[in-house]
């Protein structure tokens, strides 16, 4: 049986650790191991509140999981991923549902675009001879925050309107 009120509590840890990346990425171009550890980490707690099964869902959770880092680990190794991204993707492949994950991948995907065109105008301007980095981790974390908005908040409301989280 899902415990509701932890499943919300885990969620806005959830959305604090995107936060967090996202600052972190745009002030450092860096996302910290810990926190992509922390957000990985705490996902069985998440899988515990949402009531999910070991088969198969949460065999479905660990093997999205398994093939995000396989294609980020190769985008990596061509140096079209930072390794903070490769592993921030996969640890919220470890939250969400396949279907669910997917959006996000789509949402993140079209925010990255928009972030790297809005970039590379904004470096041209200011004529940098650098190669232009991308805090690609923001992309990741709004895309994140976009799907929990959109997936988790609509079942809260109905919740609260219904007489409570529990």
């Known amino acids: ?15 604090i650790a995107l936060l967090v990346a996202a600052f972190t990425d745009i002030r450092r171009r860096q996302i910290d191991n810990w926190l992509n550890l922390a957000i990985a980490a705490t996902a069985p707690l998440f899988w515990w509140a949402s009531g999910l099964a070991l088969w198969p869902d949460v065999a479905w959770q660990l093997g999205v999981a398994v093939l995000t880092f396989a294609i980020c680990a190769g985008l990596f190794a061509i140096r079209a991923m930072g390794g903070g991204d490769v592993k921030l993707l996969t640890a919220l492949a470890l ?60 079942a809260a409301q109905a919740s609260v309107l219904t007489g409570g989280l529990g």
Not at 124 to 139: F, M
């Open 1 to 15: 049986m899902p415990n509701v009120d932890f499943q919300y509590v885990l969620l806005g840890a959830l959305a």
């Open 95 to 154: 939250w969400l549902s396949p279907a669910v994950f997917l959006k996000l991948v789509v949402i993140m995907a079209l925010l990255g675009g928009v972030l790297t065109l809005v970039l590379a105008v904004w470096h041209k301007a200011r004529r940098r001879p650098e190669r232009l980095a991308v805090p690609y981790g923001v992309a990741i974390s709004a895309a994140g925050l976009w799907v929990l908005a959109s997936h988790f908040l609509p």
